[in-house]
């Protein structure tokens, strides 16, 4: 898989059009310098005016990403400086474009679990059968995937913008033809919201990390706030 990096893109949210500004350009090069895992400051994070996201492909670098549009039914494309794409549907990645493997589409998505397995977890099946369709070495091949999924703990993640409180629930399935197992983690607040996963995304691929960075229209003020007490309370233990 190849290192996924941060656009300086023109931002398309649904009809509307915003050009990315040179402060925006400037903390994407900041971000590259030298190689290493991407990080933006508390400050860039509470000020940056994008939705966007850490991917890490397995012991790769950790990248940022930035989501360039939003289509219909609720894909969330998120594209990279060499125009790479990651499409996201309830967390899960289910289309990519221009990496060195690619996943061209997933059937039976309207039964994925992730959509109820927490608002409605007592109506949502939590058994999923569907296929992929791959592309690798220039052929497209088809492949079969079964999955379980369960409701584990309450969790606290502490992420970029600061504490969330989150439902963890884990995906252990099988790649029916080679036999394959693998386990997906999701991380969800209360109305379905997937800030952080971990993800397999076909048979013999690197698992893939997204950790949610900042995200537009959602409130994470308390987050924040309780981000500022932490730092605080620090500050004042190392006294």
């Known amino acids: 898989m190849s290192r996924l990096l941060l656009i300086p893109i023109v931002l398309l949210l649904l009809s509307a059009c915003t050009a990315v500004t040179d402060e925006v350009r400037a903390t994407i090069e900041y971000a590259f310098e030298g190689g290493e895992d ?36 609720d894909d969330w494309h998120f594209i990279t400086a060499e125009k790479e794409t990651l499409v996201l549907r309830n967390g899960r990645v289910i289309r990519t474009q221009a990496l060195n493997k690619n996943l061209l589409a997933v059937s039976n998505l309207k039964d994925d679990p992730l959509r109820c397995i927490v608002t409605s977890q007592a109506n949502c099946p939590t058994h999923w059968r569907r296929q992929y369709d791959i592309e690798m070495a220039n052929k497209v091949v088809s492949r079969e995937a079964s999955s379980e999924f369960s409701v584990q703990d309450k969790q606290v993640l502490n992420l970029p913008i600061g504490p969330v409180n989150t439902t963890y629930v884990v995906e252990k399935g099988e790649f029916t033809l080679s036999g394959q197992e693998f386990v997906n983690e999701f991380w969800l607040e209360d109305d379905g919201h997937v800030v952080k996963s971990r993800q397999t995304l076909f048979p013999g691929g690197d698992k893939l990390t997204l950790t949610q960075v900042t995200w537009i229209g959602r409130d994470y003020s308390a987050s924040r706030n309780a981000r500022e007490k932490q730092q605080e309370q620090q500050g004042q233990e190392a006294q």
């Not at 400050?43 to 492909?57: M, N, R, V």
């Open 38 to 73: 991407a990080e933006l400051s508390q400050e860039k994070i509470d000020s940056f005016p994008y939705t966007s996201l850490y991917a890490q492909w397995s012991d790769s670098p950790r990248s940022l990403i930035v989501l360039g549009y939003v289509n219909k039914p």
